[in-house]
Structures are given as C-alpha cells and as structure tokens.
C-alpha cells in the first residue's frame, strides 16, 4: 500500500522474521527499508530516493504516523515494525540457524562491536562475522566506498544490519546487494546504537503511543530539532491531514 508516498507493505515483525528465513533458505537475499516520516520527507524531494525505497524487497512502517496515515485511509497496518527491533528479532533468527551477521555502521568505532556484545550476549550462539564502523564521509570518495565493500563482501555474511541512516545505508546495500545476491541487508538507522547503549531509546509506553520522537528530541535536542520540528513535524501534519481528507471524501 502507498503510505506517505512509499509503499509500505502490511506485515508484522513476526511475518517479516518468517518470510527473510523462508528466502535465505531458498538462496534467496534482498533488503528491507524501514521508512518513518523523515524517510518519506527526505525521498519526496528525489524520485531516485523515493525509487530506492519502494524498489526494496520489504519496506515496514518504521514510525507511528505512517500507522496513523494508514489507518486515516481505511487500510490499517497490522502493527508498527521497527528497525530497532527488528535487528533484535532476525538476530534471533541467525543464531537459531547458524548464519553468520555482520554489523555495519552505528557510529564512532567502537560503537558496532558494543552493540555486537549485547547481541551476542543475549544470543550466545550468534556468529558474528564482522563489525566495522566506516569514518564519516567514507562514502564521499571511490577508495571509501571500496574499503566498506571489499570488507563486507569478504566477511560472506547471510544478514547484514546497516545503521548509517538514509538514504547513505539504502545506497550501500543497493551497491552491496549486487555483489552478495543471497545476503538479506537490513537498513536499520539508529538501532546499532541503541543496541550498543550509547544511544538511549524511549520506553515502551512513548514507542506504542507515538511519542518515541519526543523522548529522543529531549535526549538530543542539538542535533535533532530541526529536524523533526521544522522539517518533519510539519510534513506529519500535511500527511495525516491529506489522509483525513481523503477518508472524508471517500464514498461510504
């Protein structure tokens, strides 16, 4: 379904869990994008952005507001599905299977393998085939890009979890996935660093209510009010209303 301008696909975790083993099975990889207002915001600007998101094998509803839009519409969406916690939920899945993850991004260097001690911590039989945070701006220059690639694709990893945010992650796996065509890439933000610990995440009644924004606004206020009060809480609102509308002028 089109939600914010992207298509959303109407799956639970636990769908989005079963369907990735039934294709690693099968050989089969692919890449899931977890669209939130920002995403949807930042790909309305750029059809080769909004092109990259809807091209992804799965898309889930990242942020509440998408929920609500889909709601507005008529066509709710099953329940919300987080990068966060899917990077939690298919780690499961590798350590109960055996198949090797790779952790990319996150943040400062350290930040992957903290966040690669409290997987395997929580999931002692999970192998972890690599971890490496690429410097800032690694993507800006040929020899970056090729360092990134050549340590991925030697690591032979069948899950990869990619926290570098949009769309530089989605333009990586889209990279990456030509040269690992059974991996499953999950583009996954700030879950690296919420796993690590150095990024604390809302608690569960502000993620279930829709207000996880607010939380991380008060947590890091420098770096994210603008974004999300000037850019994309007026976007939300232009969404939610435009769906309202619609609902509204929808025959009965």
Request: glycine share 10%; charged share 25%; hydrophobic share 50%.
């Amino acid at each position: 379904m089109q939600v914010g301008g992207v298509g959303v696909d109407a799956v639970t975790e636990e769908q989005v869990v079963q369907w990735v083993a039934a294709a690693l099975e099968a050989g089969r990889g692919g890449r899931i994008v977890t669209p939130n207002i920002d995403i949807c915001r930042i790909a309305a600007t750029d059809p080769a952005l909004q092109d990259l998101v809807c091209s992804a094998d799965l898309a889930v509803a990242d942020g509440m507001p998408l929920v609500w839009a889909a709601r507005l519409l008529g066509t709710p969406l099953p329940e919300r599905v987080t990068g966060a916690d899917l990077l939690w939920a298919l780690s499961r899945l590798a350590a109960r299977r055996d198949w090797p993850v790779y952790v990319l991004g996150g943040g400062p260097e350290d930040v992957a393998q903290r966040a690669v001690g409290a997987l395997t911590s929580r999931f002692p039989r999970l192998r972890v085939c690599g971890a490496y945070a690429p410097p800032y701006g690694f993507d800006a220059s040929p020899e970056g890009r090729e360092l990134v690639r050549r340590r991925v694709v030697a690591a032979r990893p069948r899950l990869v979890f990619v926290g570098l945010g949009f769309p530089r992650q989605d333009r990586l796996i889209a990279d990456l996935r030509k040269e690992l065509p059974g991996t499953w890439f999950l583009g996954c933000g700030a879950a690296i660093a919420f796993a690590a610990g150095t990024v604390p995440r809302a608690p569960e009644w502000m993620r279930r209510t829709g207000l996880e924004w607010a939380f991380r606004l008060a947590t890091e206020p420098g770096r994210l009010a603008r974004r999300y009060l000037v850019d994309d809480l007026p976007f939300a609102a232009r969404l939610l209303g435009r769906c309202l509308a619609a609902r509204l002028k929808a025959p009965m």
